[in-house]
T-cell receptor
C-alpha cells in the first residue's frame, strides 16, 4: 500500500534561509508525488507534482523538489524563505488505481522568523 | 464558478443530529473527491466520484457517512447521527478527468459537533 512520511511536524527557519521539508514515500509501483500548501483557513493548493518526466520538479513560488528513487524521497526545497511561505505543507502520493485519490503525509508546519 | 465551492464554511451541530455538506466542483470536472482533515488523523480520503461510474466509498469511516453526486456536478456529503469524533474540516476537490490531473480543493467546511 502507498504511504507517505513527512519528517518533522514543525520546521522553523529565518527569513532568507534555505527551506527543506522532508518527505519519504512507500509505493509498490512508480509513484506520482505531490506537494500541496495550505494557508490558514484555506484549502490546499498544488505546489508541484512528479509524474516521472523529470526527477527535479519546479513548482510555484520558487519551490522545487527532487525525486530520488534510491532514497524513496521527494524533499521540498526553496533557496530563500519569505515570510509569506509560512503555512502547512503536505506531501502526497497518488494511489495505484489511477483514480487520483491522494494519500497524504501528516503535514509540516513551516514557521518563518523575521 | 472559478473554483471549487463548499458550503457552509462553518457548521456547528449538536451530537446526534444529521448534517449535509455541499460541494460545487469546477464546471466540466468529471472527478470529485471528499477528504477529511482532523487533528488526530491528518488528511484522509473519504469518497471518489468519476463521471457516471459507481463511487469509490472505500474511505468512508462508518455507515453514518454517505455521499451523492447529482447530475455529475454538485455533491452532498451527509453525516447521520453526528458524533464528537466527526468534528473536522471536510475538504472537497475536483479534477478534470481524475487520474493524475491536478486536483483543485475547496476551502472546506469546518464541522464542530457539540
Amino acid at each position: 500500500a502507498q504511504s507517505v512520511t513527512q519528517l518533522g511536524s514543525h520546521v522553523s527557519v529565518s527569513e532568507g534561509a534555505l527551506v527543506l521539508l522532508r518527505c519519504n514515500y512507500s509505493s509498490s509501483v512508480p509513484p506520482y508525488l505531490f506537494w500541496y500548501v495550505q494557508y490558514p483557513n484555506q484549502g490546499l493548493q498544488l505546489l508541484l507534482k512528479y509524474t516521472s518526466a523529470a526527477t527535479l520538479v519546479k513548482g510555484i513560488n520558487g519551490f522545487e523538489a527532487e525525486f530520488k528513487k534510491s532514497e524513496t524521497s521527494f524533499h521540498l526545497t526553496k533557496p530563500s524563505a519569505h515570510m509569506s511561505d509560512a503555512a502547512e505543507y503536505f506531501c502526497a502520493v497518488s494511489d495505484t488505481g489511477n483514480t487520483g485519490k491522494l494519500i497524504f503525509g501528516q503535514g509540516t508546519t513551516l514557521q518563518v522568523k523575521p | 464558478g472559478a473554483g471549487v465551492s463548499q458550503s457552509p464554511s462553518n457548521k456547528v451541530t449538536e451530537k446526534g443530529k444529521d448534517v449535509e455538506l455541499r460541494c460545487d466542483p469546477i464546471s466540466g470536472h468529471t472527478a470529485l473527491y471528499w477528504y477529511r482533515q482532523s487533528l488526530g488523523q491528518g488528511l484522509e480520503f473519504l469518497i471518489y466520484f468519476q463521471g457516471n461510474s459507481a463511487p469509490d466509498k472505500s474511505g468512508l469511516p462508518s455507515d453514518r457517512f454517505s455521499a451523492e453526486r447529482t447530475g455529475g456536478s454538485v455533491s452532498t456529503l451527509t453525516i447521520q447521527r453526528t458524533q464528537q469524533e466527526d468534528s473536522a474540516v471536510y475538504l472537497c476537490a475536483s479534477s478534470r478527468t481524475g487520474g493524475n490531473t491536478e486536483a483543485f480543493f475547496g476551502q472546506g467546511t469546518r464541522l464542530t459537533v457539540v
